[in-house]
């Protein structure tokens, strides 16, 4: 089972940027596809990228396309969050889950899919 633990959460003003990391541990990285999520206060878990075992990527939420984007260094095994002018609304807790997956283009936004999760990192942006 793949542990997970990530970092880079912060207080931002709108507009900043920030990079989130999401180290793994206690397998191989490289079998797995990773989705982030984000949490805000009185809101439900809304996936918002992912990424498959073979690198490609997908961003589901529309609000942050074009804004945030998700990576993988599997020999540094992290994968990495970077989010561009950052709003208000991106206040939130942020996930990153893991799914080993042996169709390797596999990848979804379904929280339930997703068996390991990290503790999270809050994201706070405000001026």
């Known amino acids: 089972q793949l542990q997970l633990v990530e970092s880079g959460g912060g207080l931002v003003q709108p507009g900043g940027s920030l990079r989130l990391s999401c180290a793994a541990s206690?397998?191989?990285?490289?079998?797995?596809?990773i989705g982030w999520f984000r949490q805000a206060p009185g809101k439900e878990r809304e996936g918002l990228l992912c990424?498959?075992?073979?690198?490609?990527?997908?961003s589901y939420l529309d609000s942050v396309k074009g804004r945030f984007s998700i990576s993988r260094d599997n020999a540094k095994t992290t994968v990495y969050l970077q989010m561009n002018n950052l709003s208000l609304e991106d206040t939130a807790v942020y996930y990153c889950?893991?799914?080993?997956?042996?169709?390797?283009?596999?990848?979804?936004?379904?929280?339930?899919?997703?068996?390991?999760w990290g503790q999270g990192t809050q994201v706070t942006v405000s001026s």
């Open positions: 889950a893991a799914r080993r997956s042996i169709a390797r283009s596999w990848c979804s936004n379904t929280d339930i899919f997703f068996p390991s």
């Open positions: 206690g397998s191989t990285l490289a079998f797995y596809a």
């Open positions: 990424i498959s075992s073979n690198g490609g990527s997908t």
